[in-house]
């Protein structure tokens, strides 16, 4: 195996590993404290009925929909300079976090993902962190936000609102294969012939 494919693999196993990042999505956090307790312990937490009325508040139009485990989902579908963004707006079944969570695209085939691009995604990870890329069973690329459920204003729920849209706009080159650059094909030069 050549150095290339080595490390296609290794970035491919490192995104993969980012799959277990998301409590929400997995259902995860399964086992901690039930949510009347979680609620119990800090007065200023949301529930999913303040969520939604901040939500609306701001002014999003919010669709409620469900998870897999049963749990309450807000949809934000909104259009902003030109650009479409929906994601979902959620507390963990403890009601210990909020999270934003944007399905981006599935990627294609694991042979056919560039390592250059992976590793520019994992790099993004780095800079915008705590909002970071997950990868599911099914392929498909996310990029999710989990912020501690205390103390979220109207005001600080706008802003993390409008930092992970930035995120997603900014990042889109990545997350989105239409959107990579192209790979020049390498170059031939035909074989040198001496002359005599």
Not at 66 to 81: C, I, P, Q, V
Not at 111 to 136: C, M
Request: glycine share 6%.
């Amino acid at each position: 195996m050549n150095i290339r494919k080595a490390l296609s693999f290794a970035v491919v196993a490192l995104v993969l590993g980012l799959t277990g990042t998301s409590a929400w999505a997995d259902g995860a956090d399964k086992g901690k404290a039930p949510a009347k307790e979680a609620a119990k312990q800090h007065s200023d937490s949301l529930t999913d009925e303040s969520l939604k009325e901040k939500l609306e508040n701001l002014g999003y139009e919010v669709k409620v929909t469900r998870s897999k485990s049963g749990g309450t989902m807000y949809l934000l579908n909104f259009e902003r300079d030109n650009y479409r963004y929906v994601f979902y707006c959620s507390l963990s079944s403890d009601r210990s976090r909020l999270w934003l969570s944007s399905a981006l695209r599935q990627l294609p085939d694991a042979k056919d993902v560039r390592a250059d691009v992976l590793e520019k995604i994992l790099a993004r990870n780095n800079e915008i962190g705590p909002t970071h890329f997950a990868l599911r069973s099914n392929r498909f690329l996310y990029l999710e936000l989990s912020l501690e459920n205390r103390g979220i204003t109207s005001l600080r729920l706008r802003k993390e609102i409008d930092g992970f849209a930035a995120d997603v706009r900014s990042s889109e080159h990545l997350w989105n294969p239409a959107k990579w650059p192209k790979v020049e094909a390498p170059k031939v030069e035909a074989p040198k012939t001496e002359m005599k």
